[in-house]
Each structure stands twice: as C-alpha cells, then as structure tokens.
C-alpha cells in the first residue's frame, strides 16, 4: 500500500495564504492521479482538485483562482498552494492517490481560517 503523509495546515488570518504538502511512499510518477480533498465537520468530504500523471488539472469552482495543484514527481509530493483563503476553506484536507481502482488516503491536515 502507499502510505501519503500530509502536512503544512495550520491557523491562517482570512486572505492568507498557506502551501499543503502531501508525501507519498512511493513513486507518485508511476499513479494515474493525485488529488486534495477536504471535509468540515456535518459536511460531505469534497474534491478540492486533481492533477493527473500527465499534468493535467482539475479545481473546484469553490477554490478555482485561489487554489493550485501541483506535483513533484523527484520528491513524491503533491502540493497544494491555497492563496486568498476564506473562513469557508476551514476544514480537514486530504491526500489521495488514484491508480485505477486502487485508492490510498493521508491522514488529513488541519486547516483553519479565522475571519
């Protein structure tokens, strides 16, 4: 299994910015996708965004202009750059892998926006 390690969340004022970073174990060049997503509490977990093995991006309309995917294949990291933040982006974010019907999860990482 691969094992993806979250991190970067924290306490950020409103229009802030932060940089998540998610670590996989192994080769991330080698999985179709990775993708962000995030979860408040009573809320439905949602996709954040996407980025496949080939670059290609997808972002919620939520998040869309603010938020950028990116991927590091030398470091098996995906990064998640969260400019302009609102207190609505408050949540728990994770990290997934997609290779076919396979699907490996983070832990999640704390992100709070204050108002």
């Known amino acids: 299994q691969v094992q993806l390690v979250e991190s970067g969340g924290g306490l950020v004022q409103a229009g802030g910015s932060l940089r998540l970073s998610c670590a996989a174990s192994s080769s991330i060049a080698s999985i179709n996708a990775m993708a962000w997503y995030r979860q408040a509490p009573g809320k439905q977990r949602e996709l954040v965004a996407r980025?496949?093995?080939?670059?290609?991006?997808y972002s919620a309309d939520s998040v869309k202009g603010r938020f950028t995917i990116s991927r590091d294949n030398a470091k098996n990291t995906v990064y998640l750059q969260m400019n302009s933040l609102k207190p609505e982006d408050t949540a728990v974010y994770y990290c997934?892998?997609?290779?076919?019907?396979?699907?490996?999860w983070g832990q999640g990482t704390q992100v709070t926006v204050s108002s």
């Open positions: 997934k892998s997609e290779h076919g019907l396979v699907r490996y």
């Open positions: 980025i496949t093995s080939g670059g290609s991006t």
